[in-house]
Nanobody, 114 residues
Framework: VQLVESGGGLVQPGGSLRLSCAAS????????MGWYRQAPGKQRELVAV???????NYADSVKGRFTVSRDNAKNTEYLQMNSLKPEDTAVYYC?????????WGQGTQVTVSS
């Protein structure tokens, strides 16, 4: 399974970005996709996850601002990020977990700065 993220960039505080993650390869129908992030000098942390049945879970720090979604027909996951804050600056990683393995994308940089 390969994961390719896109949509990162530079945005001002209060702005929005939408990240996408396209999965390809031998994808099992039952899986959990998610987003993690890692800021400089900090540990990687969970941002949001979404299962193949649509159930979601979010980190407290992004609840009400970020929305995770997926299109199972396209094997694509999205992260809509609104009301961005400087502390959201990080490399964002897409993940996919099935019954056998965890897969990770290469990461996309999100920078929130004026």
């Amino acid at each position: 399974v390969q994961l390719v993220e896109s949509g990162g960039g530079l945005v001002q505080p209060g702005g929005s970005l939408r990240l996408s993650c396209a999965a390809s390869g031998s994808i099992l129908s039952i899986n959990v996709m998610g987003w993690y992030r890692q800021a400089p000098g900090k540990q990687r942390e969970l941002v949001a996850v979404i299962s193949s049945d649509g159930s979601t879970n979010y980190a407290d720090s992004v609840k009400g601002r970020f929305t995770v979604s997926r299109d199972n027909a396209k094997n694509t996951e999205y992260l809509q990020m609104n009301s961005l804050k400087p502390e959201d600056t990080a490399v964002y990683y897409c993940t996919l977990r099935d019954r056998y393995m965890d897969y990770w994308g290469q990461g996309t940089q999100v920078t929130v700065s004026s």
